[in-house]
């Protein structure tokens, strides 16, 4: 990664240009920085390389300075987070309402498939350019900060459908960074009655506890963490895990912490081999992924900020300024060193 000046964006006809107030920097960039493209894996189960340099950054929040022919002025200077990926709108996933799956998805702040644009828009910038429809204004009471974690939110928001998280349900969720700490918050409001978050990391343990988790387990202290999860709930099992770390231990440790007919939901697919034994998923028990968001789960992510049922402050433990960008990915690379959690650049 390097800084460097670039011309000042010009929005297109039905774009909207944003100066950025805040940017997060998502765990899945730190990835992008290694050489994945998690999206691909995630969203099409391919392993697909990136060929062109982008702008990181689509964790955004800021105000609207500039708006397309097409778009109404009356939205200049509007506090704004960004749905940050746009599906082509034709395709078959497109047409059936989930443009989360559309392969021919153009993403803010981690794609160089931009065609015609020199530079492919991110958050990592002073200014940055949006489809209008995607700038969605959020209410005063949420700050830039809080706003940039709207994305994972929405993220959350999604991953907890995908679960069927409903009334009464044990909820365990494995790794609680910020999207982990998103995915049990949302359960909660959803009517879980038992949430149990697992981490090697205490900081992240006690910030779990902070934010409403029930019971909290350090896998390194116990000796077995399915057999950890089934005795927190009464011998039965969870009725949802969440894998945000998506490791081979990880997914075992997920299935066989599951309660018959219960729903292990991935939410780090990597192209890593797992070797799982049937029984595994004996009991009908099911194995799953959960990818990106559907539009609409942006708005219910605001909602669930502005009302205070999702708090998102506390795991924010930096705020940096853009140009410390190099040290903030060293930061998160060694977040264990650093009792990192999230980190939002200021432009």
């Known amino acids: 990664m390097v800084m460097v000046d670039i011309p000042k964006p010009t929005p297109a006809k039905d774009e909207a240009l944003i100066r950025v107030r805040a940017v997060g920097i998502c765990g899945s960039d730190v990835r992008y920085f290694y050489g994945e493209n998690p999206w691909a894996l995630h969203t099409l189960g391919l392993d697909l390389k990136e060929e062109k340099a982008f702008i990181l950054g689509h964790e955004v929040s800021g105000d609207i300075v500039e708006v397309g022919s097409e778009v109404d002025g009356g939205r200049l200077f509007e506090r704004v987070g960004v749905i940050a990926f746009k599906g082509c709108g034709e395709c078959y996933y497109c047409m059936r309402g989930m443009p989360n ?108 506890r902070e934010l409403g988790a029930d019971h909290v387990v350090n896998p390194r202290e116990v000796e077995d963490v399915s057999e950890e999860i089934v ?21 075992k440790t997920g299935l066989r912490s599951l309660a018959r007919s219960g729903r292990y939901v991935s939410l780090a697919v990597t192209s890593a081999k797992v070797e799982l034994r049937l029984t595994d998923i004996g009991g009908e028990k099911s194995l799953t992924c959960s990818a990106n968001n559907l539009y609409q789960d942006y708005p219910a992510a605001v909602g669930l900020l502005a009302s205070g049922k999702v708090r998102v402050k506390p795991f924010i433990t930096h705020v940096m300024k853009l140009e410390d960008y190099a040290k903030a990915f060293d930061m998160l690379a060694n977040k264990g060193a650093h009792d990192t959690v999230k980190i939002v650049l200021i432009p």
């Open 101 to 208: 799956l559309c392969a021919e998805t153009l993403h803010i702040g981690h794609d160089g498939r931009w065609k015609g644009v020199e530079y492919p828009p991110g958050g990592y910038a002073d200014y940055m350019q949006i489809w209008a429809d995607k700038a969605h204004p959020i209410p005063s009471s949420v700050s830039y900060e809080e706003a940039t974690q709207l994305d994972g939110l929405a993220v959350a928001v999604h991953a907890n459908e995908r679960g069927s998280v409903s009334e009464g349900d044990s909820v365990a969720v494995i790794g609680v960074g910020a999207i982990g700490l998103m995915l049990s918050q949302v359960a909660r409001t959803r009517g879980a009655r038992k949430v149990i978050c697992m981490d090697t990391i205490e900081t992240r343990l006690r910030l779990a």
């Open 231 to 251: 005795e927190l709930t009464d011998g039965i099992g969870a009725n949802v895990v969440f894998d945000t770390v998506g490791e081979g231990r990880t997914v």
